[in-house]
């Protein structure tokens, strides 16, 4: 009888520890940003300030990571307010029409030790492709004022413009026709 028990309650724990768990970004520590560059002599950026991704995992390695991410595309900030305007415009990002950019990852290879290709598709000015993004997985700490599991991302990665539809007026010379991703992450278990 005691062998049994002990069988149901490993059982129960190995379950538990595999379960899968949700973790939410943490805004004031996560950025979603981009560069591009003008005149093909300088870069510009900037950044969606509006966003929420959300992780559901269930290896400790988040080997077998799903990320999600929204975006408001009225909250880009370049830091000059006549671009930011122009960027929300039919122009670019057509906000008004296309108020949201959305990620959902649909694989992830292992590179190295906390390096991965997140695969996924992208969905911006109403237009969906698949891209692939490089992953660093930074670790995972406890937290000392919440006393939580934090864990640390950054996927960065190329888009083309063209691809979705974006800024299609602006020639290469003038805009860059790929733009370079940055998305750095805290993410606090729920």
Known sequence: MR???LLILFSVLSVASFAQTTWKSDKPHSQLKFDITHLGVSTISGAFTDFEATIKASKPDFSD???TLNAKTASINTGVEKRNDHLKSPDFFDAATNPELTFKSTGMKKVSEGKYQLSGDLMMHGVTKPVTLDLWYRGTIINQMSKKPVAGFRATGIVKRADFGIGPKFPA???SEEVLIIADGEFGQE
Do not use: D, K, N, T
Request: charged share 10%; hydrophobic share 65%.
């Open 3 to 5: 062998r049994i028990s």
């Open 65 to 67: 990571a799903v990320f």
């Open 173 to 175: 010379p003038m805009l």
